[in-house]
């Protein structure tokens, strides 16, 4: 086969076969704050004709198929099989008794009057109690949790609570993401080694076992696929990630790329392409929601900031480029401040240099909201895992890093962040599921 088009051959792993989306797929989701609320808002409202899916790559995007001459450009939801967003139902986890009416009031993202047009489908979604331990999230502490008992003990509770959600709602398939509080940074300990050593520390409540390690236990013991919109640890770690695979479950992570490290991803690696330099990037921001609050805890942003440095420093690649990116200087801060609840502020002080050694800086200055930038987010990871989910795929979903600050990856394999090579793989991966032609962009037919 010629490998002079923009249209290049087939991948010679064979294309998996799709189950079809058919009956209503459940959403769970631990953590039922600012992001969650806006999320099923959202859904409601859209699904009602209320409003349109803005920033969802599942809903408005297009993707190309053979040749740019073939003129085929579907929308990725008429492409392949993803649920319908009337086949979503809805179920999660929370240490407030608030409903998701009054939890999405409370975070004062949307407006009352839209909130008060959906607020029967959102009163009727209450939390279920969660599993919560203070030492991971220090700064709040709420009445709605699971009875003491061994963490083995609150890992059978959320598999009861799984069960009875999929038998209320009809469900026919579900699927599981973290948008609850993030907890403090640590490490992976004896215990996430082996699923043996996992399941003995659960019995043994290991204290290095976090909740959201015990959601995700639950899960994959369920069978649902998982992902993590928090930079915490959870299935980043050999026990959960070998469990994914050997029980053929789909998991994706870490952390919601919006932002501040959304622009990042955006201008790194449009210097780096031209080989401009970079002495220092300092970034800074201001938020006033309850993930501000959380994250003003230190070990809390410890995980934020790991996951936050990352990115530049994985784009950059200072090792391949010494003379661009040896020395830069890259700091990131997070303040809390209550004023401007989810309306976060964000600055960016960047230093580069040109040729000769020319230097120049750029500001840049988001006036973001956190949540109406991760919503959509949450929904395409959704219907992507369970479409993965649906084709037989497992483990880690790499092809899904385009949603994420801290890309969950295979052991020994570095993270891409460049966030078109994220959306080339992303669609390139799609094209595969169906058995189309991988797009290469070489294009010399059209010259020849
Ligand atoms: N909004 C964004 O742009 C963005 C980007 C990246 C990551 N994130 C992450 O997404 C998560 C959610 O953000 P948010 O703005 O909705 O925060 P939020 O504080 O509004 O909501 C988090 C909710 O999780 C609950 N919670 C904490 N621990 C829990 C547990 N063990 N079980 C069940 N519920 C628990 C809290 O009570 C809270 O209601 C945070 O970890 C945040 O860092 C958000």
């Not at 622009?263 to 006033?288: D, H, Q």
């Not at 037989?392 to 990856?409: C, D, H, I, N, Y």
Request: charged residues 25%; proline residues 7%.
């Amino acid at each position: 086969m010629s490998t002079t088009h923009d249209a290049a051959p087939h991948e010679s792993a064979p294309s998996p076969t799709i189950q079809p989306a058919d009956g209503k797929l459940g959403i769970l989701i631990p953590g039922m704050g600012a992001v969650t609320t806006t999320f099923i808002a959202g859904v409601e409202a859209i699904r009602r004709g209320m409003a349109q899916p803005i920033g969802s790559v599942t809903q408005l995007s297009t993707i190309r198929l053979g040749k740019r001459t073939d003129n085929n450009t579907p929308k990725i939801k008429d492409f392949v099989p993803l649920a319908k967003l009337e086949d979503l139902v809805f179920g999660g986890w929370d240490i407030y008794e608030a409903n998701c009416y009054e939890s999405a009031l409370n975070a004062g993202v949307l407006e009352k009057t839209l909130l008060d047009s959906i607020k029967d489908p959102l009163s009727a979604i209450k939390p279920m109690p969660a599993v919560f331990d203070k030492n991971y999230v220090k700064r709040i502490d709420g009445p709605n949790q699971k009875p003491k008992g061994s963490k083995m003990d609150h890992a059978e509770m959320l598999l009861d609570d799984i069960r009875n959600f999929k038998e209320r709602t009809g469900a026919s398939r579900l699927a599981m993401i973290w948008c609850g509080s993030t907890e403090v940074f640590h490490r992976p300990a004896a215990c996430h080694q082996t699923l043996d050593a996992f399941e003995e520390g659960l019995r043994k409540s290991d204290p290095e076992i976090s909740p959201s390690q015990i959601y995700a236990y639950a899960a994959l013991k369920s069978g649902i696929p998982y992902a993590n919109g928090a930079p915490h640890l959870t299935v980043d770690a050999p026990a959960l990630m070998d469990m994914a695979r050997d029980r053929n479950i789909c998991i994706a992570g870490k952390d919601f790329k919006t932002g501040q490290t959304l622009m990042k991803t955006l201008v790194a690696p449009g210097l780096k392409s031209r080989m401009l330099g970079v002495s220092g990037w300092f970034s800074t921001n201001i938020l006033g929601n309850r993930d501000g609050e959380v994250l003003d805890d230190p070990g809390s942003f410890k995980s934020k900031e790991e996951s936050k440095l990352s990115a530049l420093e994985m784009i950059l690649q200072p090792d391949m480029y010494p003379e661009l990116y040896e020395h830069i200087f890259h700091k990131v801060r997070i303040e809390y401040y209550p004023p401007r609840g989810d309306a976060k502020e964000g600055w960016d002080n960047i230093d580069i240099f040109g040729w000769l050694g020319y230097p120049m800086q750029i500001k840049i200055n988001f006036l973001c909201r956190d949540s109406i930038l991760a919503a959509p987010l949450v929904l395409d990871i959704m219907l992507f895992m369970d479409l993965a989910q649906r084709s037989g795929m497992r483990g880690v979903q790499e092809w899904l890093s385009f949603f994420f600050k801290a890309p969950m990856t295979a052991p020994g394999l570095y993270p891409e962040h460049d966030l078109f090579i994220q959306l080339m793989k992303l669609k390139n991966t799609l094209r595969w599921m169906k058995g189309e032609q991988l797009i290469t962009h070489l294009g010399r037919e059209y010259y020849d």
